[in-house]
């Protein structure tokens, strides 16, 4: 079956602009984690999402940083006014409610100029 | 808190040599520890996984790791490296808990494979 896709796989924008990025979870997963991956970095947390409890969004860097998850499938990352420092990979994973394994995207590569 | 640390961020080994990547974690309780792998333009992997049960846990693609809680160590070992094994390597550890894994993952050790 298909797995976890993100949209798109690079962005490139100015500082300033909004950008969103996109999650599609495997089928049935009802857990959907996001995270960062800088250069240099290991993954940072950003935002869990299970099922319709309300996420827990403790690892949001700044109130720039916002998500969603729609009918518990789709989740968009919205980062506004972006800056410079946002510049990283961008992970979504998801997971069933009874397994330990996450299962990852290939990941959103943003640059901001 | 927990955390992570790979102590070697780059690791280079020639094609056939054996491999050992660090991994020592700091947790409070019994810690669900994890390897992941992740190739070049690809999203991460789960490689193995520990919990509970026999120390030595064997995973994929001939990889195996030995939990050893009085090192708070969890290292990551393959006799016989392959060309198509030159990746970067994350540990990870979280709590003992059904479903939701607040992970938290080291920083990573890129190894590269020479012929």
């Known amino acids: 079956g298909a797995g976890v896709s993100q949209s798109p796989s690079n962005k490139v924008t100015e500082k300033g602009k909004d950008v969103e990025l996109r999650c599609d979870p495997i089928?049935?997963?009802?857990?959907l984690y996001w995270y960062r991956q800088s250069l240099g970095q290991g993954l940072e947390f950003l935002i869990y999402?299970?099922?319709?409890?309300?996420?827990?969004k403790s690892g949001l860097p700044s109130d720039r940083f916002s998500a969603e998850r729609t009918g518990g499938s789709v989740s968009t990352l919205t980062i506004q006014r972006t800056q410079q420092e946002d510049s990283a990979v961008y992970l979504c994973?998801?997971?069933?409610?009874?397994?330990?394994?996450?299962?990852f995207g290939p990941g959103t590569r943003l640059t901001v100029l | 808190a927990q955390s992570v640390t790979q102590p070697d961020i780059h690791i280079t080994v020639s094609e056939g040599a054996s491999l050992e990547l660090r991994c020592n974690y700091s947790?409070?309780?019994?810690?669900?520890l994890f390897w992941y792998v992740q190739s070049p333009g690809q999203g991460l992997q789960l490689l193995l996984k520990?919990?509970?049960?026999?120390?030595l846990v064997q995973g994929i693609k001939g990889f195996e790791a030995e939990f050893k809680r009085s090192q708070s160590s969890f290292n990551l070992r393959k006799p016989s490296v392959h060309w198509s094994d030159a990746a970067e390597y994350f540990c990870?550890?979280?709590?003992?808990?059904?479903?939701?894994?607040?992970?938290?993952f080291g920083t990573g050790t890129k190894l590269q494979v020479i012929p």
């Open positions: 520990y919990f509970s049960g026999d120390t």
């Open positions: 994973a998801s997971s069933s409610w009874t397994s330990d394994e996450q299962f």
């Open positions: 089928s049935g997963h009802t857990a």
């Open positions: 999402f299970q099922g319709n409890s309300a996420p827990d």
């Open positions: 947790y409070g309780a019994t810690p669900y």
């Open positions: 990870a550890v979280g709590p003992l808990s059904g479903g939701y894994q607040k992970v938290t």
